[in-house]
Structure formats: structure tokens, C-alpha cells
């Protein structure tokens, strides 16, 4: 999904231990100076050389649209579902302010919701996204801190008619996680309306 942001190295982190390599399948990692160079023509993008680096020296470059990865996740999610039976459950805890395929993460920016479950995809993550945005932030927690910093005057959700901070957009402002929803409404992965049945 992120191989249309490359991995960067940054020379300074960089011990030389070649675990990197090891996991890299295009064989897109050389050493000079014994420091890890990646080929970007080589790179495929699946991100291993990241999760093996014990000094944190690879990072993902993010220099991407977001708007192509949240398209990618809902056609991944439509191949794989399209034609098959399939039924959805997500857990709203311990929401977290980073992606959750990081290696560490920070305080929950919001309290447990619980879980919602639908035979839609989409529905079901926009009403997630919805019941989170919903919440009283976490006081110590990334969100709160950015909240307390800058009030109502971020985070503002893209296209949105309220005048309440789009908590995902306070995190992150380059992101617009309606256009995943968007896509994938146009897509036929499912729909963007939903009623909440308390069970």
C-alpha cells in the first residue's frame, strides 16, 4: 500500500548491520561507505527494511497524496471481499493518534468506545470514525495537547458542515480520510449512510 512512498534512509542512524537487506526481496539495498542507500527504481515499497532496522534508521518518506493510499486500502478491501460472503467488526479501543502497523505508538487520544459490527465496510468505518470524533479527547494524550494548543482553529474535516475539529484531521493535517470513504462509496464497496442499533 505505501509503495508509492519510498523509504528513506537517514545516513546518521545508520550502523550498517545489513539486516535491512536480509529482507529486502528487489535487492534495492547497497551498502557504500557502509551505510544503507536504497535504489528507488528497485524499491517495491512493501516496507520490510523499516520493521528490520533495530536503529530506526529507515523511515517511510510519506511523500505521497494520502488521498492514493486511502484509495489503495479500499480496493485492496474490495478484492478482497467482492463475490464473498463477509461481515465486519471493529473495536473502537485504545484509538491511537498513529497508523497501528507503527512499531510504538502513544496515549489513546480517545476513552473506549466498544464495538460496532455491519455487513459493510464502509458504513461501518465512517460511523467508527464518527462515534470517535464524537468523544471528549483524552486530556494528556497527542490530541489533547494539539486541541489545548490551537483550540477550534485546526482540524477542521475536509468538506465537513460542522464547526467541530475533525480529530484525525488535528493529528494529522495532511490527511483526509474521506476521501477513503469517498472511494469507496464510488468504488461499490459500500455506502456512506448508517444507523447505529444499540445492542
Known amino acids: 500500500m505505501h509503495a508509492a512512498s519510498e ?6 542512524k545508520c550502523t550498517g548491520c545489513r539486516k535491512c537487506a536480509r529482507f529486502c526481496a528487489s ?6 561507505d557502509n551505510k544503507a542507500v536504497i535504489d528507488p527504481d528497485l524499491c517495491i515499497g512493501c516496507g520490510l527494511c523499516i520493521g528490520a532496522c533495530p536503529t530506526d534508521a529507515i523511515h517511510c518518506s510519506f511523500d505521497a497524496d494520502s488521498s492514493i493510499l486511502d484509495a489503495k486500502m479500499a480496493e485492496y478491501t474490495l478484492a478482497i471481499v467482492e463475490g464473498r460472503p463477509h461481515f465486519h467488526i471493529s473495536l473502537i479501543v485504545d484509538v491511537s493518534p498513529f497508523c497501528d502497523c507503527w512499531g510504538s505508538n502513544d496515549t489513546p487520544i480517545v476513552p473506549d468506545i466498544g464495538m460496532l459490527a455491519s455487513f459493510d465496510p464502509v ?10 470524533n464524537a468523544q471528549n479527547p483524552v486530556r494528556d494524550s497527542l490530541l489533547g495537547d494539539k486541541l489545548a494548543e490551537c483550540g477550534h482553529d485546526c482540524g477542521h474535516a475536509h468538506g465537513s458542515a460542522t464547526d467541530k475539529p475533525d480529530y484525525f484531521t488535528v ?5 483526509n480520510w474521506r476521501a477513503q470513504i469517498e472511494h469507496a462509496v464510488k468504488i461499490g464497496l459500500g455506502n456512506d ?3 447505529l442499533i444499540e445492542v
Open 27 to 32: 535487492d534495492a539495498i547497497t551498502y557504500p
Open 123 to 132: 458504513a461501518l468505518d465512517l460511523a467508527c470514525a464518527d462515534l470517535v
Open 171 to 175: 493529528i494529522g493535517p495532511n490527511t
Open 7 to 12: 523509504p528513506k534512509v537517514k545516513a546518521e
Open 193 to 195: 449512510s448508517y444507523t
